[in-house]
T-cell receptor
Framework: ELKVEQNPLFLSMQEGKNYTIYCNYS?????LYWYRQDPGKSLESLFV?????AVKQEGRLMASLDTKARLSTLHITAAVHDLSATYFC???????????FGGGTRLMVKP | GAGVSQSPSNKVTEKGKDVELRCDPI?????LYWYRQSLGQGLEFLIY????????KSGLPSDRFSAERTGGSVSTLTIQRTQQEDSAVYLC????????????FGQGTRLTVV
């Protein structure tokens, strides 16, 4: 059974700073997803990582996947207030049937 | 439609009543998923459909929960004899196929059992 753990669970940071959110998963998974959720809203897909060494960037966010370490990271560069949200990573099971989500990282960027 | 559509967006029901939650996936998406998100919690997998069949029902919390999908499109999640612990946001997602494809989520149905 795939287990996904994120850390930190809560992150408060100043605008302009850099930080990384970590996502560890327990068994082999070749698919890793990152989602963003604003309060009271649904999940918005950010990144889909399908292979070892995959790196994707969108604006101030960059996601990477290391399948050997069973680790994905979401790096935030020069944070701005608009990035405040909860970020979830999710791993796909090998049968490709479901996503198992981490507990989420609540990010608060202070002006 | 342009995205995954769920209805109702909010539902308040009395304990013991049955409720039906509806999900209309993105046109052409064969895979459909139901998740539950309790207040301040992560996402709990409930069930997924490939076409009209549900190979994995392991996430359903109890036999009060059931789901069906007809015509490879709309899905209904039914909760019988609702309990207060059923209060949560129920999220539906769809994807082109199950393996290696991105899942898109609807806005969710916020269920409150009083």
């Amino acid at each position: 059974e795939l287990k996904v753990e994120q850390n930190p669970l809560f992150l408060s940071m100043q605008e302009g700073k850099n930080y990384t959110i970590y996502c560890n998963y327990s068994t082999t998974s070749d698919r890793l997803y990152w989602y963003r959720q604003d309060p009271g809203k649904s999940l918005e897909s950010l990144f889909v990582l399908l292979s070892n060494g995959a790196v994707k960037q969108e604006g101030r966010l960059m996601a990477s996947l290391d399948t050997k370490a069973r680790l994905s990271t979401l790096h935030i560069t020069a944070a701005v207030h608009d990035l405040s949200a909860t970020y979830f990573c999710a791993g796909g099971d090998n049968a490709g049937n479901m996503l198992t989500f981490g507990g989420g990282t609540r990010l608060m960027v202070k002006p | 439609g342009a995205g995954v559509s769920q209805s109702p967006s909010n539902k308040v029901t009395e304990k013991g009543k049955d409720v039906e939650l509806r999900c209309d996936p993105i046109s052409g998406h064969t895979a459909l998923y139901w998740y539950r998100q309790s207040l301040g919690q992560g996402l709990e997998f409930l069930i997924y459909f490939q076409g009209n069949s549900a190979p994995d029902k392991s996430g359903l919390p109890s036999d009060r929960f059931s789901a069906e999908r007809t015509g490879g499109s709309v899905s209904t999640l039914t909760i019988q004899r609702t309990q207060q612990e059923d209060s949560a946001v129920y999220l539906c997602a769809s994807s082109l196929e199950t393996a290696n494809t991105e899942a898109f989520f609807g806005q969710g149905t916020r269920l409150t059992v009083v």
